[in-house]
């Protein structure tokens, strides 16, 4: 069975770090990308952070460039968002997923149609 498991969410203040991991099983890693969608309250889903982890191929949103950094360990099957300088605004759950990684940056509908979601934690930045 395809697993993508979350971890690492937490609360934080402003201004601080944290670190979530996507660890995966049940699937071919390196064909695929892994990366990061999230949900504020009351807000859509939104894409975060991408890693195509064959080639290293990498996208961030613009709200968060400069400040998170996806990396990926392909020998334990998993794929690391470090997040530094944490804002209110980045409170949301955040879901770990897999798409094909011929689809490159990822949207919702390939998500939907081709990928799949995984489990969700929780990033709470207090200011």
């Known amino acids: 069975d395809v697993q993508l498991q979350a971890s690492g969410g937490g609360l934080v203040q402003a201004g601080g770090s944290l670190r979530l991991s996507c660890a995966a099983s049940?699937?071919?890693?390196?064909?695929?990308?892994i990366g990061w969608f999230r949900q504020a309250p009351g807000k859509e889903r939104e894409g975060v952070s991408y890693?195509?982890?064959?080639?290293?191929?990498?996208y961030y949103a613009d709200s968060v460039k400069g400040r998170f950094t996806i990396s990926s360990d392909n020998a334990k099957k998993t794929v690391y968002l470090q997040m530094n300088s944490l804002r209110p605004e980045d409170t949301a759950v955040y879901y770990c997923?897999?798409?094909?990684?011929?689809?490159?940056?990822?949207?919702?509908?390939?998500?939907?149609?081709?990928?799949?979601w995984g489990s969700g934690t929780l990033v709470t930045v207090s200011s």
């Open positions: 997923t897999r798409t094909p990684r011929d689809y490159f940056p990822p949207t919702m509908e390939v998500v939907h149609t081709y990928g799949s």
């Open positions: 049940g699937f071919s890693f390196l064909d695929y990308a």
């Open positions: 890693i195509s982890v064959s080639d290293g191929r990498r």
